[in-house]
């Protein structure tokens, strides 16, 4: 017999899965749930890890751009003096705790601002080395830690100099929201800054041991880190559980610098740091788990299976292992004893051709009627009838218990979350902005008025080259005329004079949006630099893990971007209608249909992209949470969707391999016994229903090879000789 064919296979392997399963649903849907935080709450503690390393990195990485390409671009003009170049990067960018200027042969300071930079961390006499302008981190003697990014001058004729930046380790635009506190952590496990709820001394020692593992485990590989096929944040992140107080507990999330794009390092991610997260939340067992819901569902899964089997054995499996032995016994010439016919269904069929194919080798002519089969249930309706137990214990766990209605509960931390990550992700799309805007205005502060188109052209083609933000960057003339440009062609009308809005958005009635960025040149009579950002670029400052849908609404409440499929300028959801009309950050749990957490943040801070009065809405299913209600109902809904494939996989098994060639099988079999001795009977498969097809050929060659009578009715007994 076939290993996997036959009747034997399909329902032995269904009874084993029902017995698994209803192993599995007494563990998993009776087992309580002693979970102190629900890992919801985990899981969002290591998403706001994640944002807090995305913006660090990229504001360290983009004061390092800043600072190079302002360096290149004095570089490529007349030598201007040591203060020029510092007012000039002051009055561009605003994010440096202190700028220098220092000649390098001498060592000499030519200018100075804000606070001290640290400068004997640089060896001015190996900067000719590959790793000689480096960024590099120092600690001062206050226990803070600078980044000190150094960019050299040089022009033609002048000693060199060095422009040197210092810059804290700090967050720009992360909301920390209530009771948080955030850190950076060196690769040793120490703290180089930290920010937030540290007013106790329980709270600064939690962060210290957070510190600690956050740096053991950010040694990790990020493949490795991962289970495996995991997405998502591509460096090392994970969640941490402190030590509790009463009621309250201590949690926390990590995550690495990591490069937004693997294998290609930036700045700030070679610099091995991780940041460190730690809130206090309540700590409460769930009740909502029933034992006894479990116990009361293997047991019905037991008695509707073991019917369900004893239904298939009875009137499938022992008829069909029956008539294959009386099959062998006919080919073997025991033609003495009747042939036992089953009850009803193709064995019965089956059965009754068998006996009168019996009567024909004993010589009886084959018009003859053989026994009378029973009415009753065929095969296919025996497996329905199966189909139907087994449904009607998987249907119900599937769409009727354990189900959560719209009074479930969603922890406050989940929602807090929510509107601090979705500030702290509007912030970061205005910053975006406002340094895009401020690179222009960089740029339109070197162009004098006897600057060539050709040497405009190759500033612009720098800029894009150093910022991905851009689409097209090109100089405008007070007439509207382009005077020069780099990148796609303009979306710019002709004639058009430069535009008095430093960032608006235009495109209205096409598929994309464009966002557009304008600084004047002070040195050129009324022209401007205009920069037309990527929209993607926005775009994909949105994608976040566990936020949901995210989207950029403008003053009018249209759709400007979003994280996935959107349509430009499109009205947003109706459900958000409400919060997006709050001037302020606002975040709260919709109730109805579809529970869901929904935040929204305005832009809130200065800057050109101010003026847009965007606003950045999201909103997530509370069903796609890990909070205990949704968990206990995804895991009723699993054990159902178990039972249904277990059913489904079984009884078509045997479908297939059993039943289809058992109706085929009746049909030949009553042919042959109605005389058919032409047809030649081969078995399709090497199982009971074969060897009965097989039987019935050898019978059939026995019956071929009886002598005819002389009328040619009908066939002579074996061993009868003629008259």
């Given amino acids: 017999m076939s290993l996997v064919g036959g009747i034997r296979p399909p329902i032995a392997v269904l009874s084993v899965l029902l017995l698994s399963l209803a192993g599995i649903t007494a563990l998993t849907l009776g087992k309580p749930d002693n979970a102190l935080v629900p890992k919801a709450v985990l899981t969002s503690q290591q998403y706001v890890a994640e944002d807090g390393a995305i913006a660090l990195r990229a504001s360290l990485d ?29 009055e561009v960018y605003q994010k440096w705790r202190g700028t220098a200027v220092i000649e390098i042969k001498s060592g000499k300071m030519l200018a100075a601002r804000g606070e001290n930079v640290p400068l004997t961390a640089i060896d001015l006499s190996k900067l000719s080395r590959g790793d000689g302008l480096a960024p590099r ?3 001062l003697e206050n226990g803070q830690t ?46 180089l800054s930290s920010h937030g709820a540290l007013d106790t001394e329980r709270a600064k020692n939690q962060l210290a041991s957070f510190a600690k593992t956050a740096a053991r485990k950010g040694r990790q590989h990020p493949i490795k880190a991962k289970e495996p096929g995991a997405g998502g944040y591509t460096g090392v992140s994970g969640h941490l559980t402190g030590g509790a107080a009463e009621d309250v507990r201590t949690v926390g999330g990590y995550a690495t610098l990591t490069p937004p794009q693997p294998g290609e390092p930036t700045t700030a991610s070679s610099l091995g740091l991780t940041v460190v997260t730690g809130v206090d939340v309540a700590a409460k067992v769930s009740q909502i788990t029933r034992p006894a819901f479990g116990v009361a569902a293997a047991g019905a899964l037991l008695l509707i299976g073991g019917l369900a089997v004893m239904v298939l054995l009875g009137t499938v499996q022992r008829p069909l292992i029956r008539l294959f032995l009386e099959s062998r016994r006919l080919t073997r010439g025991d033609l003495a004893r009747p042939v036992s016919v089953p009850r009803a269904g193709e064995a019965a069929r089956v059965g009754a051709a068998l006996e009168r194919l019996r009567r024909q080798l004993q010589g009886e002519p084959a018009d ?7 009415k009753g249930l065929g095969a296919r309706a025996l497996l329905a009838v199966c189909a139907v137990l087994l449904l ?10 354990n189900r959560a ?15 601090s990550r979705t500030v702290t992700l509007s912030d970061r799309v205005r910053r975006a902005l406002n340094e895009g805007h401020a690179d222009l205005s960089a740029v339109a502060a070197l162009i004098g008025d006897r600057t060539t188109p050709e040497d405009m052209k190759k500033v612009l083609e720098r800029t894009m080259q150093d910022h991905d933000r851009y689409q097209s960057m090109y100089v405008l003339g007070e007439d509207g005329e382009i005077l020069a440009r780099a990148g796609d062609g303009p979306h710019h ?18 598929k994309k949006p464009v966002v557009t960025a304008t600084a004047q040149a002070p040195g050129r009579g009324g022209a401007a630099v205009v920069g037309e950002f990527r929209i993607e670029f926005v775009n994909a400052l949105l994608g976040r893990q566990g936020m949901g849908e995210v989207r950029v609404v403008d003053a009018k409440g249209r759709v400007i971007g979003g994280d996935s499929g959107y349509i430009a300028f499109e009205k947003a959801p109706s459900y958000m209608s409400s919060l997006l009309a709050t001037k302020q950050a606002h975040a709260t749990v919709q109730r109805g249909g579809t529970v869901r957490v929904a935040a929204v943040a305005p832009f809130s801070g200065g800057g050109a992209a101010k003026s847009l009065q965007w606003r950045l809405a999201s909103w997530q299913p509370a069903s796609g949470l890990a909070i205990p209600e949704y968990s206990l109902q995804n895991r009723t809904v699993l054990a159902g969707l178990l039972g249904l494939t277990a059913a489904a996989a079984c009884l078509g098994w045997l479908h297939i391999v059993v039943v289809r060639p058992l109706r085929a099988l009746a049909g030949q079999a009553e042919a042959l016994a109605a005389g058919d001795r032409k047809t030649v009977l081969f078995p399709r498969h090497h199982d009971e229903v074969g060897a009965v097809v097989r039987s019935l050929e050898l019978i059939r060659q026995q019956l071929q090879g009886q002598p005819r009578k002389r009328d040619g009715g009908s066939r002579t007994p074996v061993g009868v000789g003629r008259n």
């Fill in 392 to 401: 009607v214990w998987s249907v119900p766990l599937m769409l009727v218990l």
């Fill in 368 to 374: 003859v009627e053989g026994p009378a089969v029973r």
């Fill in 405 to 419: 209605d719209s009074s479930v509960k969603v922890p406050a931390q989940i929602v807090h979350d929510q509107k």
């Fill in 137 to 139: 981190m120092v600690r």
């Fill in 493 to 510: 009308e002709d004639g058009k004079a430069p535009s008095k809005q430093a960032i608006e958005v235009t495109g209205e009635g096409g």
């Fill in 62 to 90: 983009e004061s390092v751009t800043d600072l190079t390409g302002t360096a290149t671009l004095f570089n490529e003009g007349k030598p201007v003096s040591a203060d020029t170049v510092l007012d000039k990067v002051g």
């Fill in 146 to 191: 600078r980044l000190i990014i150094p960019a050299l001058l040089s022009w033609k004729g002048q000693p060199q100099q060095l422009l040197v930046a210092s810059s804290t380790l700090s967050f720009p635009g992360v909301d920390l929201g209530p009771g948080r506190a955030i850190g950076v952590v060196d690769s040793t496990g120490r703290l």
